[in-house]
């Protein structure tokens, strides 16, 4: 297992086509995180899932995101009638965590980044 | 909402210097606190996460500490390296929003030769 992997490293579109990243977790890992980070900012906490149920959503997330992680593995995020203010990285994490107890250490992916022109 | 801010936003030393990062965060109800480095165009390394109970971690060279009375972390680097000059994010997460991990903007590390 080599880490988070997350595809497409890049992607450019315009602005009103809709655009989906995948992010394939630790395969032991039960917890998967996905953050968006714009330029000379920290990451921002967009949504998790323990296994298949999505656990917390933040209100960055509006009714154009949406993620999936259908079968408790990998996970998708999809962005739908993408907006110039879309453009940013999109980091996927992942964590092993028991029951309901917050995350241990949290292993991000590279990150795949969204051009909107 | 847990707020984390870092100072300084930016550093640069010479090689061979110790240095400290700080962070502030303003909930101290935390759950833990981590410490990642990010390198440009990249994505994020853990360096050492400090549980709600401890004081400290240590890893090599780095040591974080944890006071959360005064709603304070730093990062202690010691005798820095060229490799070191990345950005350092620290995050902290509490049980009452989920645990999301609350980021900081970053201190932006640069170590010269």
């Known amino acids: 297992d080599t880490g988070v992997s997350q595809d497409p490293r890049h992607k450019i579109t315009k602005r009103g086509q809709n655009v989906t990243f995948r992010c394939d977790p630790i395969s032991e890992h039960n917890r998967l995180y996905w953050y968006r980070q714009t330029l000379g900012q920290g990451p921002e906490f967009l949504t998790y899932?323990?296994?298949?149920?999505?656990?917390?959503k933040s209100r960055l997330l509006s009714d154009r995101f949406s993620a999936e992680r259908p079968k408790g593995s990998f996970s998708t995020l999809e962005i739908q009638r993408t907006e110039q203010g879309d453009s940013a990285m999109y980091l996927c994490?992942?964590?092993?965590?028991?029951?309901?107890?917050?995350?241990?250490?949290?292993?991000f992916g590279a990150g795949s980044r969204l051009t909107v022109l | 909402k847990q707020e984390v801010t870092q100072i300084p936003a930016a550093l640069s030393v010479p090689e061979g210097e110790n240095l400290v990062l700080n962070c502030s965060f303003t909930?101290?109800?935390?759950?833990?606190l981590q410490w990642f480095r990010q390198d440009p165009g990249k994505g994020l390394t853990s360096l050492l996460l400090i549980q709600s109970s401890q004081r400290e971690q240590t890893s090599g060279r780095l040591n974080a500490s944890l006071d959360k009375s005064s709603g304070r972390s730093t990062l202690y680097i010691a005798a820095s390296q060229p490799g070191d000059s990345a950005t350092y994010l620290c995050a902290a997460s509490n049980s009452n929003s989920g645990y999301a991990l609350n980021f900081g903007k970053g201190t932006s590390l640069l170590v010269t030769p």
């Open positions: 994490a992942s964590s092993f965590t028991l029951g309901t107890n917050g995350a241990n250490v949290l292993t």
């Open positions: 899932f323990q296994n298949e149920a999505q656990l917390e």
């Open positions: 909930d101290s109800a935390i759950y833990n």
